[in-house]
T-cell receptor
Framework: AQSVTQPDIHITVSEGASLELRCNYS??????LFWYVQSPGQGLQLLLK??????LVQGIKGFEAEFKRSQSSFNLRKPSVHWSDAAEYFC??????????????FGSGTRLSIRP | GAGVSQSPSNKVTEKGKDVELRCDPI?????LYWYRQSLGQGLEFLIY????????KSGLPSDRFSAERTGGSVSTLTIQRTQQEDSAVYLC????????????FGPGTRLLVL
């Protein structure tokens, strides 16, 4: 069965510092991988996704993520965080296709706080 | 519409009452998902619709929970005889139904069972 692990529950970084949020997955084939952000009082918004091809994926708001098959990881990065990046971040793995297994499994989330 | 909408945005109910939560997906999206997000927790998958059928109900936590979708559009999640542990934010998402689905989420319904 597929699963997603986000080992960091809460991370605090200084504004302007670089950021890396970890995500590890378990899946029998190449999954579809996603990062979502949930700002306070907001719905979830897709940051980026990986389906195939180039393993370095660019997303919105200056975020990127790299799919590393050998490490079963899909870590999210940003070179310089802004105070507005404070939010909850969710990694997710999806099963391709129309079938009943076509749902997305979410990790438990990492809460990001920004230190002024 | 422009996005996924959910109603009500907030619902306070008494233990033992039934509640209905509504989701209006993005027009044309064939897939619809319900999730539950408890305080400080991640998203818990509840049920998935493809059109009007629900091929995956594996996440429904008990037989008090049910959902339906009519006309391939609006979906209703019903919780009967609510319990305090049902208190959570219930999120709905829709996707076009194509391979490699990106889900578009609604703002959620915050349910509080007293």
């Amino acid at each position: 069965a597929q699963s997603v692990t986000q080992p960091d529950i809460h991370i605090t970084v200084s504004e302007g510092a670089s950021l890396e949020l970890r995500c590890n997955y378990s899946y029998g084939a190449t999954p579809y991988l996603f990062w979502y952000v949930q700002s306070p009082g907001q719905g979830l918004q897709l940051l980026l996704k990986y389906f195939s091809g180039d393993t370095l994926v660019q997303g919105i708001k200056g975020f990127e993520a790299e799919f590393k098959r050998s490490q079963s990881s899909f870590n999210l990065r940003k070179p310089s965080v802004h105070w507005s990046d404070a939010a909850e971040y969710f990694c997710a793995v999806g099963s391709p296709g129309y079938s009943s297994a076509s749902k997305i499994i979410f990790g438990s989330g990492t809460r990001l706080s920004i230190r002024p | 519409g422009a996005g996924v909408s959910q109603s009500p945005s907030n619902k306070v109910t008494e233990k033992g009452k039934d509640v209905e939560l509504r989701c209006d997906p993005i027009s044309g999206h064939t897939a619809l998902y319900w999730y539950r997000q408890s305080l400080g927790q991640g998203l818990e998958f509840l049920i998935y619709f493809q059109g009007n059928s629900a091929p995956d109900k594996s996440g429904l936590p008990s037989d008090r929970f049910s959902a339906e979708r009519t006309g391939g559009s609006v979906s209703t999640l019903t919780i009967q005889r609510t319990q305090q542990e049902d208190s959570a934010v219930y999120l709905c998402a829709s996707s076009p139904g194509q391979v490699g689905e990106t889900q578009y989420f609604g703002p959620g319904t915050r349910l509080l069972v007293l």
